[in-house]
C-alpha cells in the first residue's frame, strides 16, 4: 500500500495490481488471494519473469514480441492501436471498474520518459476518482499524499533519500518528520522543486499535506 497510516489498520486492503512494461522490475510483486493482476501489454513479459499468471491481459499488444503472447493462459482485452488512452490507464479504468480503490503499478519507472510521465498523471488521475496508487520501480516507488489521507506514516532506513512535490498545484500545510531537512506548515510551489533529494533520518517518516497534492519519491539510498 502507498503508506502506513498512523491509525491502526484492521486488514489489509484489497490491491489491483497493474504491471506495466518498464525496466525490470527489482522487488517482489506481493499478491495476495483477494487481489487482482492486471499485465498492461508487455506487462505479460514481466509477469512471465515474476512467475505471475495474471488475472486479465490488457493491451493493443504492440509491446509483445509473436512468441510473448500468452496462449490463452488469461482473459485477454485487445486495444485498437489508434486511442486515447494508454495501454496502462485501460488498466487502471478496469480495475476502477471492478470497485477497486488501492492499486500497485509494477514495472512503471524508468525506460522511456513519455511513459513514465504518463505513469505519473496515472496517479492523479487515480486521485480524481477516489482512488490512491503506488508507482514501483528502479528501487524507488513513487506515491501521493492528500489532506484526506491525515499524517502518513511511510518505512525508512537511515540515509534513504526522499523527494516530496507538490504536484497538479501548489501544496500548502506541508509538514515533513523524520527527514534531515524537516518542513512544518510549509508551502511547496509546483513550480520550484524545493523538495528534492531530502534524506530519511531513522526507520519511518511522516508527511501531512493541509491543501493540495504532494508527489513523494522513495527509495534510493543517499550515501
Not at 491502526?8 to 522487488?27: K, L, M, N, S, Y
Not at 505519473?120 to 501521493?144: C, K, N, P, S
Request: net charge negative; hydrophobic share 40%.
Amino acid at each position: 500500500m502507498a503508506g502506513e497510516s498512523s491509525k491502526e489498520d484492521v486488514r489489509r486492503e484489497p490491491v489491483c495490481h497493474v504491471v506495466c512494461a518498464g525496466p525490470g522490475q527489482q522487488t517482489r510483486i506481493d499478491v495476495q488471494a483477494e487481489d487482482f493482476v492486471i499485465a498492461a501489454d508487455g506487462g505479460f513479459r514481466t509477469c512471465k519473469e515474476a512467475g505471475i499468471v495474471p488475472d486479465l491481459l490488457i493491451g493493443d499488444f504492440d509491446s509483445l514480441a509473436q512468441g510473448d503472447c500468452p496462449a490463452d493462459c488469461c482473459p485477454c482485452v485487445r486495444l485498437p492501436v489508434e486511442k486515447d488512452d494508454t495501454d496502462t490507464v485501460a488498466a487502471l479504468k478496469e480495475g476502477l471498474r471492478r470497485g477497486f480503490t488501492c492499486f500497485e503499478l509494477h514495472a512503471a519507472l524508468g525506460g522511456d520518459v513519455g511513459h513514465e510521465l504518463a505513469n505519473l498523471q496515472a496517479l492523479l488521475f487515480l486521485r480524481e476518482h477516489g482512488a490512491r496508487g503506488t508507482l514501483h520501480g528502479q528501487g524507488q516507488r513513487v506515491v501521493t499524499v492528500a489532506p484526506q489521507d491525515g499524517e502518513v506514516t511511510f518505512p525508512a532506513v537511515p540515509g534513504m533519500r526522499v523527494s516530496v512535490f507538490a504536484f497538479g498545484g501548489d501544496a500548502h500545510g506541508v509538514c515533513e518528520r523524520g527527514l534531515k531537512w524537516e518542513l512544518e506548515d510549509a508551502d511547496l510551489a509546483q513550480s520550484f522543486p524545493l523538495g528534492v533529494s531530502n534524506e530519511a533520518l531513522g526507520t519511518r517518516i511522516q508527511l501531512r499535506v493541509g491543501a493540495g497534492l504532494l508527489l513523494v519519491v522513495l527509495g534510493q539510498h543517499a550515501r
